[in-house]
């Protein structure tokens, strides 16, 4: 079965930092370009970033540039989202997501960023 | 960036009826890129259409998808209990992916 489970969330204080991580099962994360997508309460989804099949190409959102940093290990099947100088607005449900048009997803981990 | 705006906002409506949801671009896309997907309350969105027509795996025929260059539309032919939910589009064109604000499907 192809399941995308996240973990890694939790309350976090602005300027902390947090790793989250989604391990696939069911087919092999290098093979299909994958995503990292947050929803804010009440709000519309927004891609944070992607990586391609190969892994040389990366894309950030403008808002987490040079804050985010998205990574895999393929001998754990596992995708990575490395989160630093969190701010308020980084509050959220973040989603890992396969392929551009996001047909699996996961359950999501609540990212909280308060004092 | 590529602006999708979706209309109307909400639409309420009762089981058996038609609904009929757009999604309007800020410039003309490929119907390859435009996807739809629906959301339950505590949910994660789930594929609906792909590719603008195409549904996908276990989506019943009553939801079907169209449009080209900057109109596409969702239609769902009879509304069952469970199709009241909220509805996004969603482009993705080179390294660029928005989504519109959604609209929301209630009785």
């Known amino acids: 079965e192809v399941q995308l489970v996240e973990s890694g969330g939790g309350l976090v204080q602005p300027g902390g930092s947090l790793r989250l991580s989604c391990a696939a099962s069911?087919?092999?994360?290098?093979?299909?370009?994958m995503n990292w997508v947050r929803q804010a309460p009440g709000k519309e989804p927004e891609r944070v970033a992607n990586i391609n099949p190969d892994g040389g190409d990366k894309n950030y959102v403008d808002s987490v540039e040079g804050r985010f940093t998205i990574s895999r290990d393929t001998a754990k099947n596992s995708l990575y989202l490395q989160m630093n100088s969190l701010r308020a607005e980084d509050t959220a449900v973040y989603y890992c997501?396969?392929?551009?048009?996001?047909?699996?997803w996961g359950l999501g981990t609540m990212v909280a960023v308060s004092s | 960036e590529i602006v999708l705006t979706q209309s109307p906002g909400t639409l309420s409506l009762s089981p058996g009826e038609r609904a009929t949801l757009s999604c309007r671009a800020s410039?003309?896309?490929?119907?390859?890129?435009l996807t739809w997907y629906q959301q339950k309350p505590g949910q994660a969105p789930r594929r609906l259409i792909y590719?603008?027509?195409s549904r996908a795996t276990g989506i019943p025929d009553r939801f079907s998808g169209s449009g080209s260059g900057t109109d596409f539309t969702l239609t769902i032919s009879r509304l069952e209990p469970e199709d009241f939910a909220v509805y996004y589009c969603?482009?993705?064109?080179?390294?660029?992916?928005?989504f519109g604000q959604g609209t929301r499907l209630d009785i």
């Open positions: 969603q482009q993705y064109v080179g390294s660029s992916m928005t």
């Open positions: 410039q003309s896309i490929s119907s390859t890129y």
């Open positions: 590719a603008a027509v």
């Open positions: 069911g087919f092999r994360i290098d093979s299909y370009w």
């Open positions: 997501a396969r392929r551009n048009d996001l047909d699996v």
